[in-house]
């Protein structure tokens, strides 16, 4: 995976979690649909995770070239 497109993973990322933070009700946070999507910010936060541990290890891999 290139860093192109792994900036385009974290850019979707971060537009899915910011969807998901409109869609939570703050006063009845564990309801059904609040629940998703805390669920749907949570995934997205990891993707944006993983997304940037694999951006480090490519430079890694560059620099030991």
């Known amino acids: 995976m290139n860093k192109i497109v792994s900036y385009?993973?974290?850019f979707i990322a971060l537009g899915l979690a910011a969807?998901?933070?409109?869609?939570?009700d703050f006063?009845?946070?564990w309801a059904?649909?609040?629940r998703t999507?805390?669920?749907g910010?949570?995934?997205s936060l990891i993707v944006?995770?993983?997304v940037l541990i694999n951006?480090?290890?490519?430079?890694?891999k560059e620099k030991l070239k």
């Open 8 to 10: 385009i993973i974290i």
């Open 19 to 24: 969807f998901n933070v409109y869609h939570i």
């Open 27 to 29: 006063n009845s946070m």
């Open 32 to 34: 059904d649909d609040s």
């Open 37 to 39: 999507a805390i669920y």
């Open 41 to 43: 910010v949570l995934v």
């Open 48 to 50: 944006i995770l993983i």
């Open 55 to 60: 951006i480090q290890s490519l430079k890694v």
